[in-house]
Antibody, heavy 117, light 107 residues
Framework: EVKLVESGGDLVQPGGSLRLSCAAS????????INWVRQTPGKGLEWVAN????????NYVDSVKGRFTISRDNAKNSVFLQMNSLRVEDTAVYYC??????????WGQGTPVTVSS | DIQMTQSPSAMSASIGDTVTITCRAS??????LVWIHQKPGKVPKRLIY???NLDSGVPSRFSGSGSGTEFTLTINTLQPEDFATYYC?????????FGGGTKVEIK
């Protein structure tokens, strides 16, 4: 069974940092890109970042470039999202997902991030 | 960045109706279009990938069509469990972008 489990979400002050983790199981983790997607309260979905199979290629939405860093540890079947210089508008539930274009696709249950003073 | 314009943003429909949701891309995305739905309080779930391929376990009353810049999600014979919010997503180029969503409510 494919499972994605996010953790690390918390309440943090503006300007602070958080590191989110996504632990994967049930599939050949090192063979797939992984995405982070967020959903702001009562709003829609926003793709945040992704990383390729060996971690050599990363992509980000403009609003987080220079502040967020995605990485992975294939030995631990995990992907991370280091979030620095957090802003109020980064408040959201953060999900990790498997690739959107493969025949199977999964989302984690999400981890909430609240940026507030 | 590719903009995804989804319409309508909300609609009311009755059980048994046929519902059509449209997504328009600001440039050619070939068939790199995904449809996702989300029920209140639940995790989003993919319905369709590559514009027209149904995910395993998704009822056949759902169908997707289109290529290039115009895409359609059709739900035939709407069922109670179909009342949800639907999103399109383009994965043709980075940054991937979602449509604004369509909330399908009970009339």
């Amino acid at each position: 069974e494919v499972k994605l489990v996010e953790s690390g979400g918390d309440l943090v002050q503006p300007g602070g940092s958080l590191r989110l983790s996504c632990a994967a199981s049930g599939f050949s983790f090192r063979s797939y890109w992984i995405n982070w997607v967020r959903q702001t309260p009562g709003k829609g979905l926003e793709w945040v970042a992704n990383i390729n199979e060996d971690g050599s290629r990363t992509n980000y939405v403009d609003s987080v470039k220079g502040r967020f860093t995605i990485s992975r540890d294939n030995a631990k079947n995990s992907v991370f999202l280091q979030m620095n210089s957090l802003r109020v508008e980064d408040t959201a539930v953060y999900y990790c997902t498997t690739p959107f274009d493969v025949s199977w696709h999964h989302w984690g249950q999400g981890t909430p991030v609240t940026v507030s003073s | 960045d590719i903009q995804m314009t989804q319409s309508p943003s909300a609609m009311s429909a009755s059980i048994g109706d046929t519902v059509t949701i449209t997504c328009r891309a600001s440039q050619d995305i070939r068939n790199d279009l995904v449809w996702i739905h989300q029920k209140p309080g639940k995790v989003p779930k993919r319905l369709i990938y590559s514009a027209s391929n149904l995910d395993s376990g998704v009822p056949s009353r759902f169908s997707g069509s289109g290529s290039g810049t115009e895409f359609t999600l059709t739900i035939n014979t709407l069922q109670p469990e179909d009342f949800a919010t639907y999103y399109c997503l383009q994965r043709r180029s980075h940054p991937f972008t979602f449509g604004g969503g369509t909330k399908v409510e009970i009339k």
